[in-house]
């Protein structure tokens, strides 16, 4: 049988074993009284633990490997943090091993052990061809288990995303105005031009487009320009008067343009998609919310009153070019679509809104993304798609965000051990 370590950490974890007359591999009596806390980070693989060895209370750590000598193999006896472990769980003892002091470490091996329903549970489970292996079975799991999984992974994805904005305030000097405008354009950029349009707005200051919110040609001169897409395009006469604006305002702020030409990924984008759509969008946001965070917390109650800020019109130039110097064969719509809104709402908002919360230690801020989510429609992507043809259906945006930290974390990395859904399908019908 082939597996990982995982596997017998949930096996430690749950006590999927037979625990019957117990006794470590040189025979004396072993009772587990706690487990102790599965730790996640560096160090013993559970904490806290307590055993009785023959006569003997024992207070510390357990480690578990799939042979003993793995403890070598991992430099553990060179490790001061694991002079504290009382007992080695291991899949099968080849060799003993011993503290740093000589004394031998007792093991318990749990090769003929394990149950045998878990076992095939486990086969079971790994034999799936599909990149979400337990897709046939998914729907087998109680309905609170899978909630709890996307809530679990909804949070989880909410908490990298708020790594990133902690990073952003950080080289901002705690300037939440100057953090939610970087944030907002890495969010325009939707994955593929989302590092040149943070690049973008860390080369020009807030408080220079701020000076200009009432110019909004003036705004997109600006960006434009400090975007390197003033550089090439076929010129026009609306293209001409911005380089005429660009040329102005670098001479005036002294501006360094952080981003070229060839950064921006216009291949296979559709052109609603485009870098050009979504800056002129960006200035019609500026210009209408100069105080953009400020404007996101004084609308913390509901979708309804989020949208108004995004919800922008352009000039019509803008509804006959997708880029600059290049008619349109078709007209472009005049503000962003409901999709694109949404998407806003969902990857701008929440993160900031629960960000936020978590600075000024407020934990009502994130009761308020997860409400928002669920008043957002679910997202309908290739991986939203997987799931429903299992017959599990995304209600709202929650469930379609969970949805994706679930399969971007869980499902396409194999972590089913790590996963509420796959520990449940592990498990035996008794224990």
């Not at 337990?134 to 990298?160: D, H, W």
């Not at 860390?202 to 897409?229: C, H, N, V």
Request: charged share 25%; with cysteine.
């Amino acid at each position: 049988m082939d597996f990982q370590e995982n596997f017998l950490h949930a096996v430690w974890k749950y006590q999927y074993f037979d625990k019957t007359k117990l006794q470590t591999t040189k025979g004396k009596s072993l009772e587990i009284k706690k487990i102790g806390f599965h730790n996640f980070h560096e160090g013993p693989d559970f904490l806290e633990s307590h055993i009785k060895i023959g006569n003997m209370d024992y207070f510390g750590h357990v480690e578990i490997h799939k042979k003993a000598s793995e403890w070598l193999a991992h430099d553990h006896d060179k490790d001061d943090r694991y002079n504290s472990v009382i007992l080695h769980v291991v899949f099968e003892e080849d060799r003993p091993i011993m503290h740093q002091d000589g004394s031998i470490i007792p093991t318990l091996e749990l090769k003929g052990k394990i149950l045998l329903e878990v076992l095939r549970n486990f086969e079971r489970l790994n034999a799936s061809k599909d990149d979400i292996l337990c897709s046939s079975r998914i729907m087998e799991i109680p309905t609170i288990i899978r909630f709890s999984m996307l809530e679990k992974s909804l949070v989880e994805r909410l908490e990298a995303k708020s790594s990133t904005i902690s990073q952003i305030l950080k080289s901002t000097g705690n300037n939440w105005e100057e953090t939610a405008y970087r944030w907002l354009f890495h969010c325009f950029g939707f994955k593929t031009n989302a590092d040149p349009m943070l690049k973008l707005s860390e080369s020009i200051p807030l408080k220079i487009l701020k000076k200009q919110s009432d110019r909004i040609l003036s705004l997109e001169a600006l960006l434009f320009g400090q975007a390197g897409l003033l550089d090439y395009p076929p010129e026009d006469e609306f293209t001409f008067f911005l380089k005429n604006e660009y040329d102005f305002y670098q001479k005036k702020y002294k501006l360094k343009s952080m981003v070229q030409f060839q950064e921006w990924k216009m291949m296979g984008v559709r052109p609603q998609n485009f870098p050009y759509q979504r800056i002129s969008q960006l200035a019609g946001v500026l210009s209408q919310n100069p105080n953009l965070f400020s404007s996101i917390l004084n609308y913390p109650n509901n979708f309804d009153q989020v949208m108004p800020i995004f919800q922008i019109e352009r000039s019509d130039y803008w509804q006959n070019h997708y880029r600059l110097g290049v008619p349109s064969p078709r007209k472009m719509q005049k503000n962003m679509s409901k999709e694109t809104l949404d998407l806003l709402l969902i990857n701008f908002v929440t993160p900031l809104w629960y960000s936020y919360g978590k600075y000024i230690q407020d934990n009502s801020w994130k009761e308020k993304c997860l409400d928002l989510l669920q008043e957002i429609k679910y997202e309908n992507n290739f991986i939203i798609r997987k799931f429903l043809r299992q017959g599990w259906h995304a209600v709202n945006a929650f469930d379609s965000q969970g949805m994706i930290g679930l399969y971007q974390d869980y499902c396409r990395n194999k972590k089913c051990l790590e996963c509420k859904i796959g520990q449940n399908l592990l498990k035996p019908e008794r224990n």
